[in-house]
T-cell receptor, first 111, second 110 residues
Framework: DAGVTQSPTHLIKTRGQHVTLRCSPI?????VSWYQQVLGQGPQFIFQ???????GRGNFPDRFSARQFPNYSSELNVNALLLGDSALYLC??????????FGPGTRLTVT | LAKTTQPISMDSYEGQEVNITCSHN???????ITWYQQFPSQGPRFIIQ???TKVTNEVASLFIPADRKSSTLSLPRVSLSDTAVYYC???????????FGTGTRLQVFP
């Protein structure tokens, strides 16, 4: 079975631009979560969606937004990019509960 | 959500048993203890989860004392491929919001 997939793998953007990251969960998983991981730190929770509704939001500015589609795939959008947004963005899916399955991540570099 | 404290780094040699201890003094009654493993440039991977006493699976064991204020991840006979960052997480099973700390960087030498 396919795991969580994310696209693109790598991305380079300029300050002020916006970016859209995509995630496809494991088949049958209805929950998708997004995390930001800055080099040398643990992943930080950004959003969690379940059945297309936002169930949780971390301490991130409104420049960050997300949505989940009827097929349970998800997009993370970041507007007005800052240098500090450079990170590995991880998507995780879960049938429910604490065991989450992470994708390989999207490496975003903001210059 | 309970805060966790674990060593920043540990070194070991191939074939040895590695024990990584995590402190979570403020663990709540509904909280479970979960460990994840992360290799560079990859997403974290679930290793093991427990509530109390001892849990064992094909890759690790998790020891939780009666007061549940700490837990120990035990990796038997590590190999070079076990070199990774290990995260201890504590939280309610009903939530999908994982709170990661800085983790323990395990380096296994030949």
């Amino acid at each position: 079975d396919a795991g969580v997939t994310q696209s693109p793998t790598h991305l380079i953007k300029t300050r002020g631009q916006h970016v859209t990251l995509r995630c496809s969960p494991i088949s049958g998983h209805k929950s998708v979560s997004w995390y930001q991981q800055v080099l040398g730190q643990g992943p930080q929770f950004i959003f969690q969606y379940y059945e297309k509704e936002e169930r949780g939001r971390g301490n991130f500015p409104d420049r960050f937004s997300a949505r989940q589609f009827p097929n349970y795939s998800s997009e993370l959008n970041v507007n007005a990019l800052l240098l500090g947004d450079s990170a590995l963005y991880l998507c995780a899916s879960s049938p429910a509960g604490y065991e989450q399955y992470f994708g390989p991540g999207t490496r975003l570099t903001v210059t | 959500l309970a805060k966790t404290t674990q060593p920043i780094s540990m070194d070991s040699y191939e074939g040895q048993e590695v024990n990584i201890t995590c402190s979570h003094n403020n663990i709540a009654t509904n909280d479970y203890i979960t460990w994840y493993q992360q290799f560079p440039s990859q997403g974290p991977r679930f290793i093991i989860q427990g509530y109390k006493t001892k849990v064992t699976n094909e890759v690790a064991s998790l020891f939780i004392p009666a007061d549940r204020k700490s837990s120990t991840l035990s990796l038997p006979r590590v190999s070079l491929s076990d070199t990774a960052v290990y995260y201890c997480l504590v939280g309610d099973m009903g939530t999908d919001k994982l709170i990661f700390g800085t983790g323990t960087r395990l380096q296994v030498f030949p």
